[in-house]
């Protein structure tokens, strides 16, 4: 599509320079370089993706970029939406190894109790 829009936008400078005598040309030639040099890069493009075709179908291609453009949008929002999954995730997994901490530590400090009195009365 890009392609096809260059082509479109820098056919008339091409065709007047085109038009000119030799010793014209250089001179439109070396005040217009870009412009004929991107169209002719985009003619080039054009001839080898028609493959034999006078002109480029163009319907066909606004209706495979519409179709893209749609999937693009359904993608990026199931990429958004699994985004949001993981932080879930992530936040109850944090919340999770919290909890294991905390009852950890509560198991080590009630051990720690039960194994003085059982030194204590071991020591008696």
């Known amino acids: 599509m890009a392609q096809y829009d260059i082509y479109k936008q820098h ?3 091409y065709e007047e320079y085109k038009k000119l005598s030799p010793r014209k040309q250089d001179a439109f ?3 217009h370089h870009e412009e004929i040099q991107s169209y002719e890069a985009a003619k080039k493009y054009l001839t080898d993706v ?7 179908p163009i319907k066909e291609w606004w209706t495979e970029k519409k179709k893209l453009s749609a999937e693009k949008f359904s993608l990026c929002e199931n990429y ?5 999954e993981v932080r879930s995730v992530e936040v109850l997994r944090k919340s999770a ?7 950890a530590s509560e198991q080590q400090s009630q051990r720690i109790p039960l ?3 059982a030194n204590n009365r071991n020591a008696r």
Request: a neutral charge; proline letters at 4%; glycine letters at 8%.
């Open 50 to 56: 028609l493959n034999g075709r006078k002109s480029p």
């Open 97 to 103: 190894e919290g909890l294991m901490l905390e009852i």
């Open 29 to 31: 030639h070396d005040k």
């Open 115 to 117: 194994e003085l009195s």
């Open 11 to 13: 056919k008339a400078i």
């Open 80 to 84: 958004y939406r699994l985004q949001d």
